[in-house]
């Protein structure tokens, strides 16, 4: 069995900052590329970043300058660093994973989602 168990949620302050942990477990052979994205009320979900397994990223326009994806192949962890929040970055953020089961069979897993609240 395969959990993608997210963190670090919460209220955050606008200028202040916030870091978001997400971390998959179970038997399976590997992680390949890890993601993060975000819906907010009465919005689709939307790309936030996506890292691959050889460490290039992608960011939304919105969050460049401001977010940071990382990730800990040691620890099975995904992190966004969030820097300078905006209000309109508030939104349930979700994390994705592709892993690999085995050698020949991939699949994708989403965490439970961790509500990022941006208010004075």
């Known amino acids: 069995q395969v959990q993608v168990v997210e963190s670090g949620g919460g209220l955050v302050q606008p200028g202040g900052s916030l870091r978001l942990s997400c971390a998959a477990s179970?038997?399976?052979?590997?992680?390949?590329?890890m993601g993060w994205y975000r819906q907010a009320p009465g919005k689709q979900r939307e790309l936030v970043a996506r890292?691959?397994?050889?460490?290039?990223?992608n960011y939304a326009d919105s969050v460049k300058g401001r977010f940071t994806i990382s990730r800990d192949n040691a620890k099975k962890t995904v992190y966004l660093q969030m820097n300078s929040p905006k209000p309109e970055d508030t939104a349930a953020y979700y994390c994705?994973?592709?892993?690999?089961?085995?050698?020949?069979?991939?699949?994708?897993?989403w965490g439970q989602g961790t509500q990022v609240t941006v208010s004075s």
């Open positions: 179970g038997n399976f052979f590997r992680i390949n590329d």
């Open positions: 994705n994973v592709q892993i690999w089961l085995t050698l020949l069979r991939s699949s994708d897993y």
């Open positions: 890292i691959t397994s050889g460490g290039s990223t």
